[in-house]
C-alpha cells in the first residue's frame, strides 16, 4: 500500500486563487476499532510527508478507528425513528437520516428533544420551499451519521457510522507526531467540510475549496487520508 498518483476518475492538480495544489491520496488497509489512527498515520503517510503538507484524513476512517461503526443487526430502531425517517429528503448522495437504523443513532447522539424541534423547524422549511433546515438544527453530530451504501468498502456497507469523537483532539495528536497541520475532512460528491483541526488559525474555507471535488472517492479506494501540497 502506498502513495498513489490520483484516484480514477479524480484531478491530481487543483487550482485555487491562483495556486496550483497537488491533492495526493494514501491508500491503507481498511481501517477498523482495533487500529489507532495515529499508528495508520505514521505507518502509511509519515514517509510522504514534506515541510508545509497539510495532511487531510476522512472523518470516517477515524470514526472507524473509535469504534463509531455500528452493524446494522445491532440498532433496532424505536417507532419514533421509523416514523421521522419517512419524512427525510432522499439525497441520492447518500442515505443520511432517511432510513429508521440511522435516525435512531441521531436521536441517541443528538437527543430525542433536539431531533423532535430540528423535524419540526423542517417541515416549516418545506411549507416555504426551504431544504437543510433540519440539519442546521440537529447540528452536525447529525449530519454526520452515514448510512450503509452498496458502493461502500466492507464492512461498512453494512453499518451506520457516526461522526468522529473530539476531532480536533484527534487533528492535534496526529499533528504533534507528524509536524505538519492535520485536518479531520467530511468530504463527498455534494462538497468538503472541515470537522476538526490541529490549527485553528488555518483557513477552513480554502481548505474545503481545495477538497471540493473529492480526490479521495468515497467507494473502494481505501484512500481514507491525503496530503496536500502546493506545488511551486
Known amino acids: 500500500m502506498s502513495l498513489l498518483n490520483f484516484n480514477e476518475g479524480k484531478n491530481k492538480i487543483i487550482e485555487v486563487d491562483g495556486i496550483r495544489y497537488a491533492r495526493l491520496p494514501i491508500q491503507t488497509h481498511v481501517i477498523t476499532g482495533q487500529d489507532n489512527i495515529t499508528d495508520v ?16 484524513i476522512s472523518e470516517k476512517a477515524v470514526a472507524c478507528s473509535q469504534k463509531r461503526a455500528i452493524p ?3 440498532i433496532h430502531p424505536r417507532r419514533l425513528a421509523r416514523i421521522l425517517a419517512r419524512f427525510v429528503y432522499k439525497s441520492p448522495y447518500g442515505i443520511g437520516l432517511s ?3 440511522t435516525m435512531e443513532m441521531a ?9 423532535l424541534f430540528a423535524a419540526f423547524i423542517s417541515a416549516i422549511g418545506k411549507l416555504l420551499g426551504k431544504r437543510g ?16 451504501a452498496p458502493y461502500t468498502l466492507p464492512p461498512y456497507n453494512k453499518c451506520v457510522v457516526l461522526g468522529p469523537d473530539k476531532p480536533n483532539d484527534v487533528a492535534r495528536e496526529v499533528a504533534q507526531h507528524l509536524g505538519i497541520v492535520c485536518v479531520i475532512v467530511d468530504v463527498n460528491n455534494l462538497g468538503a467540510k472541515i ?3 490541529s490549527d485553528f488559525s488555518i483557513n477552513r474555507t480554502h481548505i474545503t475549496r481545495i477538497l471540493r471535488d473529492n480526490p479521495l472517492g468515497q467507494a473502494s479506494q481505501c484512500t481514507p487520508m491525503g496530503i496536500i501540497r502546493q506545488i511551486e
Open 72 to 74: 446494522l443487526d445491532k
Open 99 to 101: 432510513i429508521p437504523e
Open 195 to 197: 470537522l476538526g483541526t
Open 107 to 115: 436521536l441517541r447522539e443528538c437527543g430525542t428533544p433536539r431531533i
Open 41 to 56: 498515520v505514521q505507518q502509511y503517510a509519515a514517509k510522504h510527508i514534506q515541510e508545509n503538507d497539510i495532511l487531510f
Open 133 to 148: 433546515w433540519f440539519y442546521t438544527i440537529a447540528g452536525p453530530r447529525a449530519a454526520s451519521i452515514d448510512g450503509p
